[in-house]
């Protein structure tokens, strides 16, 4: 069955560190992969996707992620925190089982101080 | 502007009583998603429908239930088999029915409240 693991519930990082939230998926077929991001009491946005082609995605708001097949991973990175960055992100993997849905990760929570 | 509608952001239920809430898309999908939200679990899926008229259980439907009478709209009912249904809800909607890789459209939630 194909998923994805998010490590790590919490991460804090300082305004203007890098952020680096990681995410390892589980997928016989070649999967698509999506980064949400949820601020408090809203819904998902997406951040970006990898369906194919390029390994490296950029999204909005500065971030990006690296599909590496070798690793299972799908890293979600930014060189330099910003306040407003502090949010839940959302590894996700589309899983075909006779019609398509998405499957989410738990989630990591982001942190970031002054 | 195109997009998906939720209400209520926020609903409080009494023990034994059902309360449905209200999902509406004008994004002209076919696909549209139920997920339950719970601190530290992630998004679990409810119930989806590819077309109207036509829905599937996903991973805990116990103590739910929907329907699909329009293209635009999924409504779900939360019964009272559901034996613990304080969570925050979202509605989603897509064209995965005909282009896979595309992304889910999320409302911005109900939160139930068991009081």
């Known amino acids: 069955a194909q998923s994805v693991t998010q490590l790590g519930s919490h991460v804090s990082v300082s305004e203007g560190a890098l952020v680096l939230l990681r995410c390892n998926y589980s997928s016989s077929v070649p999967p698509y992969l999506f980064w949400y991001v949820q601020y408090p009491n809203q819904g998902l946005q997406l951040l970006l996707k990898y369906t194919t082609g390029a390994t490296l995605v950029k999204g909005i708001n500065g971030f990006e992620a690296e599909f590496k097949k070798s690793e299972t991973s799908f890293h979600l990175t930014k060189p330099s925190a910003h306040m407003s960055d502090a949010a839940e992100y959302f590894c996700?993997?589309?899983?075909?089982?006779?019609?398509?849905?998405?499957?989410f990760g738990t989630g990591t929570r982001l942190l970031v101080s002054p | 502007d195109g997009g998906i509608t939720q209400s209520p952001k926020y609903l409080f239920r009494k023990e034994g009583q059902n309360v449905t809430l209200s999902c509406e898309q004008n994004?002209?999908?076919?696909?549209m998603y139920w997920y339950r939200q719970d601190p530290g679990q992630g998004l679990r899926l409810i119930y989806y429908?590819?077309?109207?008229?036509?829905?599937q259980k996903g991973d805990i439907a116990e103590g739910y239930s929907v329907s699909r009478e329009k293209k635009e709209s999924f409504p779900l009912t939360v019964t009272s088999a559901q034996k613990n249904p304080t969570a925050f809800y979202l509605c989603a909607s897509s064209s995965f029915r005909t282009t896979r890789g595309t992304e889910a459209f999320f409302g911005q939630g109900t939160r139930l409240t068991v009081v």
């Open positions: 429908s590819q077309i109207v008229n036509d829905f």
């Open positions: 994004l002209n999908h076919d696909a």
């Open positions: 996700a993997v589309s899983v075909t089982t006779g019609f398509q849905k998405l499957v």
